[in-house]
């Protein structure tokens, strides 16, 4: 279970890494960023939480008490990944 805990954790850590990254690749592209495309990063900011709710949902029908409780710490992280994605987009408009 341990693996299992270490996983989603890990997990959850290269996302927010990922997030980094494009924020850094952001800062070398600002401005140059269409509308269409900002609002596309918007409404996938809003989609994130509720895509991470329904996944989880399905997967802890499948899991032992034990790993339910390190999945229910990597949902709760979803809302801070759509905060980092709608700064993200609100960075980049002109």
């Known amino acids: 279970m341990e693996c299992i805990r270490d996983g989603i954790y890990t997990a959850v850590g290269l996302g927010l890494l990922a997030i980094n990254r494009v924020q850094a690749a952001r800062r070398d592209v600002v401005g140059q960023m269409p509308?269409?495309?900002r609002?596309?990063?918007a409404e996938l900011a809003d989609q994130v939480p509720e895509d991470v709710r329904n996944a989880a949902a399905e997967l802890t029908r499948q899991?032992?008490?034990?790993v339910r409780t390190v999945l229910s710490d990597a949902v709760e992280q979803a809302p801070a990944i759509a905060d980092a994605l709608r700064e993200f987009v609100?960075?980049?408009e002109p």
Do not use: H, I, Q
């Open 90 to 92: 609100s960075r980049n």
């Open 39 to 41: 609002e596309a990063f």
């Open 35 to 37: 509308d269409d495309l």
């Open 63 to 66: 899991l032992p008490d034990s």
